[in-house]
């Protein structure tokens, strides 16, 4: 059966359509996806512009308020930014409610902005798609499993510097934390075994990241976790980069 997607962010004019293009386009056997704002504008150009370089179809997108969806079921709604997320706490629209938050690509410093937000896009769902097909989401992480998992200072470490780097592989936890590998692998299995992280294999490279079907209340608790400096992360973040870039880091890292 085919699932429902609501895409959310605040003015509907670039993640948004890119993730509703996205899905309609690549996985219409098994999604319908639609959009909206808090504060829709219209659709920018630039973003139109990635959707048809990337080889999706985006011609009947428009900006919709988040008013048009009230009283309907979707089976997962996906908020694309802290900001929209606290804005929606008012709406209910069933299902499960999963937090992500991609930089705006109208004020990211970066080149072609647009088209490497849709990338990232591109590649967070692949996982979310991976982990529904494997049928995770039917056991939802609990409170209590997650303040148990927290509840370790190598394991929180991990969790944080993941979300602040989207993905880390084995040997960048083992460099930032100091560390024996055997140890941040236990670790690191405890968390995808609590429900917080996924993998990804990539050559002979094993990427993290935190889980994308992670529940919205359990998402806003580890970025609060950050935001607010329980551990400066400083430190870690600089052993990390002086490893260098990722592909000279082949000499150093293995799965």
Not at 59 to 82: H, M, P, W
Not at 128 to 135: E, H, M, Q
Not at 229 to 236: A, H, N
């Amino acid at each position: 059966m085919v699932q429902r997607i609501l895409f959310l962010c605040t003015e509907n004019s670039a993640r948004s359509q890119m993730a509703e293009a996205l899905v309609n386009s690549q996985y219409s056997d098994q999604y319908l996806a639609v959009s909206a704002g808090t504060a829709p504008t219209q659709v920018d150009e630039r973003a139109l512009n990635a959707i048809e370089q990337f080889g999706l179809d985006g011609s009947n997108l428009r900006s919709k308020s988040v008013e048009e969806f009230a009283g309907q079921r979707f089976d997962y709604t996906i908020t694309l930014c802290d900001k929209v997320q606290s804005e929606c706490q008012t709406h209910n629209f069933g299902g499960q409610h999963i937090a992500w938050d991609f930089p705006d690509p109208k004020s990211r410093v970066a080149k072609k902005p647009f088209e490497v937000t849709l990338s990232e896009l591109n590649e967070r769902f692949k996982m979310f798609n991976l982990v529904l097909s494997k049928g995770k989401v039917d056991e939802p992480i609990n409170p209590l499993q997650l303040f148990k998992c927290l509840a370790e200072e190598t394991r929180l470490l991990s969790l944080l510097l993941i979300l602040e780097e989207t993905e880390l592989c084995v040997c960048e936890l083992t460099t930032a934390l100091d560390l024996s590998q055997p140890k941040i692998s236990r670790h690191l299995a405890q968390l995808r075994e609590c429900g917080l992280l996924t993998d990804r294999r990539q050559g002979q490279w094993i990427f993290y990241q935190i889980d994308p079907t992670l529940p919205d209340w359990a998402y806003v608790i580890l970025k609060e976790a950050k935001r607010r400096s329980v551990i400066d992360l400083t430190p870690y973040r600089e052993r990390i980069l002086s490893m260098g870039d990722r592909p000279a880091r082949t000499n150093i890292c293995c799965a």
